[in-house]
């Protein structure tokens, strides 16, 4: 029972950092554009040259 005096008021203060966590993320526009994550992985709008084939590479030695 001695326990519970020391843990509940240790929740609460992790709750209430949660908390204050989540609304300056809210509040910096962290949430704003979720989709843009997702479509950058999947097309790569890099202008890199490729690299050539490892044949080509080869015979050039």
Do not use: T
Request: net charge negative.
């Amino acid at each position: 029972m001695a326990s519970l005096y020391l843990l509940i008021p240790i929740a609460i203060i992790f709750v209430c950092i949660a908390v204050a966590l989540f609304m300056w993320a809210v509040k910096s526009d962290q949430f704003d554009d979720l989709d843009r994550q997702g479509h950058s992985i999947l097309f790569d709008d890099n202008d890199e040259v490729k690299a050539e084939p490892a044949e080509k590479k080869d015979k050039a030695r």
